[in-house]
Structures are given as structure tokens and as C-alpha cells.
């Protein structure tokens, strides 16, 4: 600073203890006339960069370069992937700070949604305030949210056709047909096996799948089920029978 500017401070300082005196300006402004405070400059940071769904709550933490000797409204812009009040308790846009404060807590809370699934993120960005603080560094963090995935029921799947012990004859047309329901997440996908042999996979409604076995024997049937969140059943096994196809026979017409 110009030291020339000395002078001129300190005869403010004078005139205004001088009017303060005089009871035309009160005591506080005359105090505060040269000594005016830097804007506190404000960072942000993850204190707790992960959350999980229905277990624990992440965390970001407001820091001040010094204790703020008012009260100052610290704007905030939210984003990622997770929505403010629907994937986590809301928080403010607008965080109010008392006087005295060097940081300040912002606590991201999941919560449990059994429709939006999957891990998201919070993004916290302090916005600039040329009137209130300054923001130089560290003004954006983020906090994952960790799907509860675990907590999630695996899904139920039965074969419903064909029945037990029922018998074919060789080749035979079967129709395989499953009955699978998840009460969280939706089916992915319902695959058939013979024995350990892969016979296909259906994706969607009705969970059905139709083979022609050419080969005779003894075959447990069953059925895997596959959910969103890459949880699965097998459902119990239907044993059926493929006989072998009657030989035939030809006539020999008899000489006489």
C-alpha cells in the first residue's frame, strides 16, 4: 500500500470518532471507518466421498481461509448424475453461515428407491460471490452413492411345464415354460437347460421355449432366472422321459 495513504486514513479515522462524540454518527461506524475485513475465501471438499444406499451417508465440508466475522449466504450449484430430495435428502442451494465459522458440514443422506437403481453421484460446485467471499480453489467435489444392491430379494422361478415324470417318444416337440417374478427389480432374462446342456434363453414375457429332442433318455429339466441386478435362481428340476420311436417294420409280400 502507499504509504501516502496513511495520512488520509487516519484523518478519517479522526473526523469520524470526532462526529461520533458529537453524537452524529454512531460509535460502531466510527470504529469500523479504515479497518475494513478481506472476504473470506471459501473451498469445498468430499469429506466422506461415499455413501451407501441404506447403510451410511457421505459427506461435504465447507472451509473458510479464516473465522467469518458476519453472517454469509454461500451459493451452491448442484449436479450429477443422483437428484437433490429424490436419491438423497434435499439440501440448500443456499448455505447460511454464522459469524465465527471456519467449516461447515453437508451431510448427503441416501435414500432407498426401489425403481432408479444403480450407483449415482453428487456434485457440489460453490458459485462465486463478489460481495460476500472469494472462491480461488477446490470450488467443485463429489460423493458416489453406492447402490444397495445386497439388500435386494433374488428372484423366484419354477418350471410349470412340462410336468413331472411326464414321457415322450422320440423325436418330441417340448415346450418349456417358467413362471419367475422379482418383487424388487425386473427379470432380465429366464434361461432353459437340459441335464447341464444350454437349451436357449428368453428375454421377455412369457418365459417359455419350445425344443425338439431327437435323442431318447432321461432328462431333469430346469430353470435360471436372471434379475437387473445380476441376482439368480435355479428352480427345482422336472424329470421327464424320451423313449425311443417304435421300429418299423416292413410287410414281405409271401411267394407262392
Known amino acids: 500500500m502507499n504509504t501516502q495513504s496513511y495520512p488520509l486514513r487516519n484523518k478519517l479515522v479522526a473526523i469520524a470518532g470526532a462526529l461520533a462524540l458529537a453524537g452524529c454518527l454512531p460509535i460502531h461506524a466510527a470504529i469500523s471507518v479504515g479497518n475494513s475485513s478481506p472476504l473470506p475465501t471459501v473451498s469445498i471438499i468430499a469429506s466422506d466421498s461415499v455413501a451407501l444406499e441404506g447403510t451410511s451417508s457421505g459427506s461435504f465440508t465447507l472451509l473458510f481461509s479464516d473465522k467469518t466475522t458476519g453472517y454469509i449466504t454461500v451459493n451452491l450449484g448442484v449436479s450429477g448424475t443422483a437428484t437433490n430430495g429424490l436419491d438423497y435428502g434435499p439440501i440448500s442451494t443456499n448455505i447460511t453461515v454464522p459469524p465465527g465459522t471456519l467449516a461447515v458440514d453437508i451431510p448427503i443422506v441416501p435414500l432407498i428407491d426401489l425403481v432408479n437403481r444403480g450407483n449415482k453421484s453428487v456434485v457440489l460446485t460453490v458459485l462465486s460471490n463478489s460481495t460476500s467471499y472469494n472462491v480461488l480453489y477446490r470450488s467443485k467435489a463429489k460423493v458416489e ?53 444350454f437349451l436357449g434363453k428368453v428375454t421377455s414375457k412369457p418365459y417359455s421355449l419350445t425344443i425338439t429332442n431327437k435323442y431318447p433318455g432321461h432328462f431333469a429339466l430346469f430353470a435360471r432366472a436372471v434379475d437387473s441386478v445380476d441376482q439368480s435362481t435355479v428352480s427345482s428340476p422336472v424329470h421327464i422321459t424320451v423313449n425311443s420311436a417304435p421300429p418299423v417294420t416292413t410287410s414281405t409280400p409271401h411267394k407262392h
Open 145 to 197: 452413492i453406492i447402490d444397495d444392491t445386497y439388500n435386494i430379494t433374488p428372484p423366484t422361478i419354477s418350471l410349470t411345464s412340462p410336468s413331472e415324470g411326464a414321457v415322450y417318444t422320440a423325436p418330441a416337440v417340448i415346450t418349456l415354460t417358467a413362471a419367475a417374478s422379482d418383487p424388487d427389480v425386473p427379470i432380465s432374462s429366464v434361461s432353459f437347460y437340459a441335464n447341464d446342456t
